[in-house]
């Protein structure tokens, strides 16, 4: 139900649109500028606007970017020993970062040797049944 007050804004704000008092606005027709996050809770935004002026970042997105980091380097390496202890390095900060976040465990980022060990399993079965 519509009050009288905003009855009377909504015909202001109809009569101001035929008039074209809304056309040639600045930033009419530009993308919406997201830099101020919305989602970012109110107590934070001024702390994350300081670290992002001193390009600093938050703990979380520096260590997922640590975490791609290593995972792009992994896909590099020939040697079996250094990608076993680069493996290592990123099992811990995928580690890290699951502990660090504080929600549903569905979120959580996988470990890396998961994907080997079903792969090594799948196989040594395939052998046993020939």
Avoid: H, W
Avoid at 54 to 79: G, H, N, S, V, Y
Avoid at 94 to 119: C, H, L, V
Wanted: include cysteine; hydrophobic fraction near 40%.
């Amino acid at each position: 139900m519509i009050t009288g007050f905003e009855k009377i804004v909504e015909e202001r704000i109809r009569k101001a649109q035929a008039e074209g008092a809304f056309d040639n606005l600045p930033g009419a027709g530009q993308p919406l500028d997201f830099s101020q996050d919305a989602q970012v809770p109110e107590d934070l935004r001024l702390p994350y606007k300081i670290l992002k002026n001193a390009d600093c970042l938050p703990p979380e997105i520096a260590l997922k970017k640590e975490i791609r980091q290593t995972e792009e380097l992994l896909a590099q390496m020939p040697d079996t020993a250094e990608r076993y202890a680069t493996l290592k390095k990123l099992n811990f900060l995928i580690m890290k970062f699951n502990a660090a976040r504080q929600g549903s465990a569905r979120f959580d980022i996988p470990q890396q040797y998961m994907a080997e060990i079903t792969e090594r399993l799948s196989a040594s079965q395939t052998k046993t049944k020939r």
